[in-house]
């Protein structure tokens, strides 16, 4: 989803908004959220919740990603900057909170692989998240480069594109990681680990080697 989305960015600034002297700012308000709401993600997890807080910011990258949708398909509003700019800090404010916090859970799986099986095997969970985040990463370069070639992305064109060629840069920067979100939502809601199951696997993982 990220990989899809970031490297559609710049052609969605040059493209679909034709502000190629705004792009810095988009790209940088892809990362300013996380100075911002970062900080807070343990007060907010113990307010509502570790689900919840997925849920919650989840929603908030999708509602981001539906406004850029919705802007970008009106021809009012899709020169509108500021639309533009509010509408990018929403949608990273929600990715970067949940897909940063979803490192916290490998330290959660390695404990339960150990509550279950005695063997704390650290080395081989951390090795498979890291595979499959660069295969991730991997199939998330090669998807805006399929698409582009689907609607007849114009290479040599440095100004306009077709009507399709925009539609499809903007199925990269909001449909196609909308509905990617929503499968994250669908993998979370399976997750059972909570704060109080993890503190009972921990204390009887230290009770093991106690005695």
Known sequence: ????????????????????DMLPYFMALGSLPAFIFM?????????????????????VAILGMLMLYIISSNETL??????????????????????GYMWALVP???SYGEYKTGKRISGIVNALTGIFYKAGMALGGVVP??????????????????????KGILWLVAVIPAVLLVL????????????ITIDKINQDIESRHTY
Do not use: C, W
């Open 39 to 59: 900080p807070l993600v343990p007060a907010i997890k113990r307010t509502i919740g570790k689900k919840q807080m997925f849920y919650v910011f989840l929603s």
């Open 145 to 166: 480069g399929l698409v582009l070639t689907y609607v007849e992305f114009d290479k040599d064109n440095a100004v306009r594109q077709s009507a399709l060629a925009e």
């Open 1 to 20: 989803m990220m990989a899809i989305g970031n490297s559609a960015g710049s052609y969605y600034m040059i493209y679909n908004v034709h502000a190629p």
């Open 108 to 110: 959660e799986v390695i």
């Open 78 to 99: 899709k020169n509108n900057i500021g639309l533009v700019l509010a509408a990018q800090f929403i949608k990273s404010t929600g990715v970067i909170v949940a897909t």
């Open 184 to 195: 994250a939502m669908y993998v979370i809601s399976k997750y059972e680990l909570d704060d």
